[in-house]
């Protein structure tokens, strides 16, 4: 199989062993199909929905058309570094969207591109491009007042140390005085290392922002972080269950510029606080973490945070948000305000490759537009697409919303029917809208799934999956940090009749799994 040899050779392998292997030829609406051994097509009920990015359906007719039309009208793709006109109608659009949920009035500025990942990499860099430019004025200001004490006329008057509560290492210890241009010169190289200091950005255990250099080390999961962890992102991660670790990340991260003021008794050492924090990112319902809600405090305890530290919230919405959760931003839902928003996955209607990072205009860095570009993103077909998306969305009075929240109601009450049947089989059901989840107690260690579960580490999940498509022409996968969760996030078009198909199968699962069975794998 080529596939196999040229592409992901061991991953294949593992596919194959856990029944995954099909090779989808057709998709359609809510499901995909592939040929069995026979050569017959088999349609198969996609509750994965391609990791969120399907909202729409596979293959929606009504854009499949417009695409067309766009490239039969020879629409420009590639007119990079020219005026994009549907990408300015796009962005125009999403942030009147945007001010119609969160009940603002202020411009969000979008950069466009091309995948989830790439899109919180550009609100990461913006971040540090905007703390940089303010540390800079910071440096600038404190340095011209330092630089005048250095070169004035009191620049040799003797200061005697002991009275100044100087932070140790600034100068020698066994000075007891120095002039006040040797401490002014200390003074500047201090804070020349404040101004140097990498940024330090929070994130959430369990988060998944993106496999990039950058966002993997935003992204929790260590099989996926660790090996790539002297990069050199500083990431450090808040246990949403432990919120009194703000005011610790708040200390461990605190430092301070230095400055002199003229007082009665001479002179006083000043400390300014600065913060190392960047930004704080968060989903504001954990996708690949396995489909996690918060306390409300707790998003009241972020925003807070934020502000204090006067850094960004980045809000990555790139799996909950653009419909998923029943509203155009997940976060709406939670009453939760972010700076920079990142939008990806269902933007693009299912068949564009689009991202966006919308950023407040009052937070936007107007230098940024020059130093961030890619070619492929804003292209015409792409932007038009989406806005199509977006318009869909808001059709109706927001009828799909409603749709999405109707359907993913009446999903969530069959499977928590089924915690409530097989308590031993399954730990808790979480999620709204059709971003849902199901997490399934620890069964590795019990049974005849042993010497599965030995092989394949935490395959659990996996193991359902392969099962769930070969006998049940079933499609789901467990989150990608934390395969105990199924995840549910079937396209807006399932219907309930699918939805009714998917319990019971999965009621045949908890059977297996109640009886302890093992689960028959890959068809023979
Ligand atoms: N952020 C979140 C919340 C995601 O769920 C994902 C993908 N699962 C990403 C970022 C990365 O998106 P992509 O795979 O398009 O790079």
Same mark, same amino acid.
């Given at each position: 199989?080529?596939?196999?040899?040229?592409?992901?050779?061991?991953?294949?392998?593992?596919?194959?062993?856990?029944?995954?292997?099909?090779?989808?030829?057709?998709?359609?609406?809510?499901?995909?199909?592939?040929?069995?051994?026979?050569?017959?097509?088999?349609?198969?009920?996609?509750?994965?929905?391609?990791?969120?990015?399907?909202?729409?359906?596979?293959?929606?007719?009504?854009?499949?058309?417009?695409?067309?039309?766009?490239?039969?009208?020879?629409?420009?793709?590639?007119?990079?570094?020219?005026?994009?006109?549907?990408?300015?109608?796009?962005?125009?659009?999403?942030?009147?969207?945007?001010?119609?949920?969160?009940?603002?009035?202020?411009?969000?500025?979008?950069?466009?591109?091309?995948?989830?990942?790439?899109?919180?990499?550009?609100?990461?860099?913006?971040?540090?491009?905007?703390?940089?430019?303010?540390?800079?004025?910071?440096?600038? *200001?404190?340095?011209? !007042?330092? $630089? &005048? @004490?250095?070169?004035?006329? +009191?620049?040799?008057? #003797?200061?005697?140390? %002991?009275?100044?509560?100087?932070?140790?290492?600034?100068?020698?210890?066994?000075?007891?005085?120095?002039?006040?241009?040797?401490?002014?010169?200390?003074?500047?190289?201090?804070?020349?290392?404040?101004?140097?200091?990498?940024?330090?950005?929070?994130?959430?255990?369990?988060?998944?922002?993106?496999?990039?250099?950058?966002?993997?080390?935003?992204?929790?999961?260590?099989?996926?972080?660790?090996?790539?962890?002297?990069?050199?992102?500083?990431?450090?991660?808040?246990?949403? *269950?432990?919120?009194? !670790?703000? $005011? &610790? @990340?708040?200390?461990?991260? +605190?430092?301070?510029? #230095?400055?002199?003021? %003229?007082?009665?008794?001479?002179?006083?050492?000043?400390?300014?606080?600065?913060?190392?924090?960047?930004?704080?990112?968060?989903?504001?319902?954990?996708?690949?973490?396995?489909?996690?809600?918060?306390?409300?405090?707790?998003?009241?305890?972020?925003?807070?945070?934020?502000?204090?530290?006067?850094?960004?919230?980045?809000?990555?919405?790139?799996?909950?948000?653009?419909?998923?959760?029943?509203?155009?931003?997940?976060?709406?839902?939670?009453?939760?305000?972010?700076?920079?928003?990142?939008?990806?996955?269902?933007?693009?209607?299912?068949?564009?490759?689009?991202?966006?990072? #919308?950023?407040?205009?009052?937070?936007?860095?107007?230098?940024?537009?020059?130093?961030?570009?890619?070619?492929?993103?804003?292209?015409?077909?792409?932007?038009?697409?989406?806005?199509?998306?977006?318009?869909?969305?808001?059709?109706?009075?927001?009828?799909?919303?409603?749709?999405?929240?109707?359907?993913?109601?009446?999903?969530?009450?069959?499977?928590?029917?089924?915690?409530?049947?097989?308590?031993?089989?399954?730990?808790?059901?979480?999620?709204?809208?059709?971003?849902?989840?199901?997490?399934?107690?620890?069964?590795?260690?019990?049974?005849?799934?042993?010497?599965?579960?030995?092989?394949?580490?935490?395959?659990?999940?996996?193991?359902?999956?392969?099962?769930?498509?070969?006998?049940?022409?079933?499609?789901?996968?467990?989150?990608?940090?934390?395969?105990?969760?199924?995840?549910?996030?079937?396209?807006?078009?399932?219907?309930?009749?699918?939805?009714?198909?998917?319990?019971?199968?999965?009621?045949?699962?908890?059977?297996?799994?109640?009886?302890?069975?093992?689960?028959?794998?890959?068809?023979?």
């Amino acid at each position: 199989m080529d596939y196999r040899d040229y592409v992901r050779p061991k991953y294949v392998e593992l596919m194959q062993a856990l029944g995954l292997q099909q090779q989808f030829h057709r998709a359609s609406g809510s499901q995909l199909f592939y040929r069995n051994a026979d050569g017959a097509e088999v349609a198969v009920d996609d509750f994965l929905g391609g990791y969120g990015a399907a909202l729409f359906g596979h293959n929606d007719p009504e854009f499949v058309s417009q695409y067309c039309q766009l490239l039969e009208a020879q629409i420009p793709f590639n007119a990079q570094m020219s005026v994009r006109g549907a990408a300015g109608e796009l962005a125009h659009a999403l942030s009147d969207a945007l001010n119609a949920e969160l009940n603002n009035r202020e411009r969000y500025i979008s950069t466009f591109s091309n995948s989830g990942a790439e899109a919180v990499e550009i609100a990461v860099k913006h971040a540090e491009y905007c703390r940089q430019k303010q540390l800079q004025e910071q440096f600038d *200001a404190l340095d011209y !007042q330092l $630089a &005048q @004490l250095s070169s004035g006329e +009191q620049a040799y008057q #003797l200061l005697d140390l %002991a009275s100044l509560d100087i932070p140790a290492g600034l100068l020698p210890a066994s000075l007891d005085s120095a002039t006040l241009r040797q401490l002014a010169e200390a003074l500047r190289q201090h804070n020349l290392q404040v101004l140097q200091s990498a940024p330090v950005f929070v994130a959430l255990k369990r988060s998944f922002h993106g496999k990039l250099v950058n966002t993997v080390q935003l992204t929790h999961g260590k099989q996926y972080r660790q090996p790539f962890a002297r990069f050199g992102l500083q990431v450090d991660f808040l246990d949403p *269950a432990q919120p009194e !670790q703000f $005011a &610790q @990340l708040q200390q461990r991260h +605190q430092q301070a510029w #230095l400055s002199l003021q %003229a007082c009665a008794e001479g002179w006083q050492l000043v400390r300014h606080a600065q913060s190392r924090i960047a930004a704080v990112l968060l989903e504001p319902i954990q996708g690949e973490g396995g489909i996690n809600e918060f306390p409300a405090e707790f998003y009241l305890g972020v925003r807070r945070f934020s502000n204090q530290l006067q850094c960004p919230l980045i809000i990555d919405e790139v799996q909950a948000g653009f419909g998923r959760a029943g509203s155009l931003l997940a976060s709406s839902q939670f009453n939760l305000q972010g700076d920079y928003y990142c939008l990806s996955k269902a933007l693009g209607g299912g068949l564009a490759k689009i991202a966006v990072t #919308l950023i407040r205009a009052s937070h936007y860095q107007p230098d940024f537009s020059y130093i961030h570009s890619s070619t492929f993103a804003e292209d015409d077909v792409s932007c038009q697409i989406a806005l199509s998306a977006l318009r869909r969305l808001q059709a109706n009075d927001g009828a799909m919303l409603k749709d999405i929240a109707h359907k993913g109601a009446y999903l969530k009450s069959a499977l928590q029917e089924l915690h409530t049947a097989y308590p031993e089989v399954i730990a808790d059901v979480r999620g709204r809208g059709l971003l849902l989840g199901v997490e399934l107690h620890d069964l590795s260690k019990t049974g005849s799934l042993v010497q599965i579960s030995a092989q394949y580490n935490e395959a659990l999940g996996y193991i359902i999956a392969g099962y769930l498509l070969q006998h049940e022409a079933l499609r789901v996968a467990p989150s990608g940090s934390n395969s105990n969760v199924i995840r549910l996030e079937p396209p807006a078009c399932i219907s309930l009749a699918q939805i009714d198909r998917l319990i019971g199968a999965l009621q045949r699962v908890c059977e297996h799994l109640r009886r302890r069975d093992s689960l028959p794998l890959a068809a023979g």
